[in-house]
């Protein structure tokens, strides 16, 4: 009833609703642990076959002469003094360490090839620190993958899983020597699969946030299941350290090289013979591309596979082989690991048009270009450039073709041409895939190009050709 003392329950209730929370906690907190992977065992039966590699490289100082300290006058001395107060000659040969993992039981090792890159002499060390000096069977730059060979047998073996079965996500374990500490275990997740780096062309790296550091290269990547995916390879980072972002070889990619290797001692990649851009939304707008995708053909070599097949300049190519391209940066990878010889199918747009070209993949000879290099990415922007025709001398110096393009003189600063990335002495071969020989005729195809749209421009410039998307000002812009 109104104005009776309402009874004192509500403490005792709320802590009785406290201790229920507090057990359905406890009860919960091991259940999440036992969720979480365990990497004991998989360390236990895996880390023996990982190893230490030393790779010792003629130090180039002591190659110059560098002078014993004692035989130097004193007040010399302090010129030539060696870290940490060492004292004496400086030692011929400088020692790099990285890691490796062995894949089979009578001595062959997996590592990086930049970590045995120009070594006079390979050491290996094993857990249970025997050394053997191994021999480089060989070496592929453009992957990173190194393949050494000691001489011992009945050894630990990881084993090889299947890199295509990986998802984002999907808990993975490095094993490896960061800073010379052998043996350091780091956990983390796929962070992201055929990332492309700047010099990797040929390799669809698997991104992870395992730490890892300079010394873990070479050292292999684990699923859960214990099999190795992976070799750490590449960081990212502004301090010379671990920032979350590490890169891996797929083993798929890297047992496919070291086959190579152990049969011819070289690697072989197909070759298509053209260069390629990304494409962005001005230059898929400019294709009629609902979004971007695909790569775009900016040049292709005379005489070259795709040249053969009936590629053109201004083809983007959608598919290669049955697998979709989204980016051009998935297409160096796929057509690196095509047999050479091996007919393939190529779907490309073409003037609005999907078609399939057949093409017989070739030979990438090491001294020359990539097989498909991606350009660099233009600035996008509006117009508004002076231009001349070309002499015969300037036609010459500069590699053009006979009576096509005209040379930018002066590009007018802050306007549509200057935002998109045109510059003085670049050669204008075609403006919305319509071949250009005079300034009068460019200035034509500018007139009557759709306002507010991005156009086209295919540019020679350093012998070069590339892609460039301007976007054409309305006459409000223009003021």
């Known amino acids: 009833m109104l104005g009776q003392p309402i009874p004192q329950r509500a403490p005792a209730r709320a802590a009785h609703c406290l201790g229920v929370v507090l057990l359905m906690t406890a009860v919960a907190l091991p259940a999440m642990a036992r969720d979480l992977p365990d990497f004991r065992g998989l360390i236990k039966e895996n880390g023996p076959a990982v190893v230490n590699v030393r790779a010792d490289r003629d130090n180039p100082m002591a190659m110059q002469g560098m002078p014993d300290l004692d035989s130097l006058p004193e007040p010399f001395r302090r ?11 400086m030692p011929r040969q400088v020692p790099a360490a990285g890691s490796g993992f ?13 970590v045995v890159s120009g070594a006079e002499e390979v050491t290996v060390r094993l857990q249970d620190r025997m050394e053997y000096q191994a021999e480089v069977v060989g070496a592929d730059q453009r992957t990173d993958v190194a393949l050494l060979k000691i001489a011992a047998d009945h050894l630990p073996t990881v084993q090889i899983g299947d890199d295509a079965e990986l998802e984002v996500g999907d808990w993975v374990l490095a094993i490896g020597s960061p800073f010379g500490f052998e043996y350091t275990a780091t956990q983390g997740i796929v962070s992201a699969l055929s990332r492309s780096l700047p010099d990797g062309n040929y390799v669809p790296f698997i991104q992870t946030d395992a730490a890892v550091n300079p010394g873990n290269s070479g050292g292999p990547l684990f699923n859960l299941d214990g099999e190795v995916v992976g070799i750490n390879s590449q960081i990212y980072s502004r301090s010379g350290g671990y920032m979350g972002l590490s890169f891996a070889i797929p083993i798929s990619l890297a047992m496919d090289v070291v086959d190579q290797l152990k049969s011819q001692g070289f690697v072989e990649r197909g070759w298509l013979g053209v260069a390629i851009q990304d494409m962005d939304q001005a230059l898929a707008e400019s294709f009629d591309l609902s979004r971007p995708r695909g790569a775009l053909v900016a040049q292709v070599t005379e005489g070259g596979p795709a040249a053969e097949a009936g590629i053109r300049v201004g083809d983007v190519i959608l598919g290669f082989d049955g697998q ?23 779907t490309l747009l073409r003037d609005g048009d999907e078609i399939t070209l057949q093409l017989t993949v070739g030979r990438l000879e090491e001294t020359g270009a990539l097989a498909a ?43 549509p041409a200057a935002e998109a990335g045109l510059q003085p002495n670049d050669v204008i071969l075609s403006f919305n895939q319509r071949d250009i020989s005079s300034a009068e005729e460019l200035l034509r195809q500018v007139e009557n190009a759709e306002a507010g749209r991005s156009s086209v421009m295919l540019v020679l410039r350093e012998q070069r050709t590339l892609f460039v998307p301007v976007r054409i000002p309305g006459e409000e812009e223009l003021g």
Do not use: C, W
């Not at 062995?102 to 930049?114: E, K, M």
């Not at 930018?408 to 600063?413: E, I, N, P, S």
């Open 324 to 346: 979709r391209i989204q980016r051009s940066s998935h297409l160096p990878p796929l057509v690196g690991a095509t047999p050479v010889g091996r007919e393939v199918p190529l």
């Open 79 to 89: 010129f030539f003094e060696m870290p940490e107060g060492r004292r004496g000659p």
């Open 373 to 415: 290099a991606e350009l660099e990415e233009q600035n996008q922007g509006r117009l508004g450039l002076a231009v001349q025709e070309l002499d015969e001398e300037t036609r010459k110096s500069l590699g053009a073709e006979e009576n096509r393009g005209v040379l930018v003189q002066d590009v007018r600063q802050g306007s």
């Open 102 to 114: 062995l894949i089979s039981d009578d001595g062959y090792v997996l590592t990086n090839a930049h």
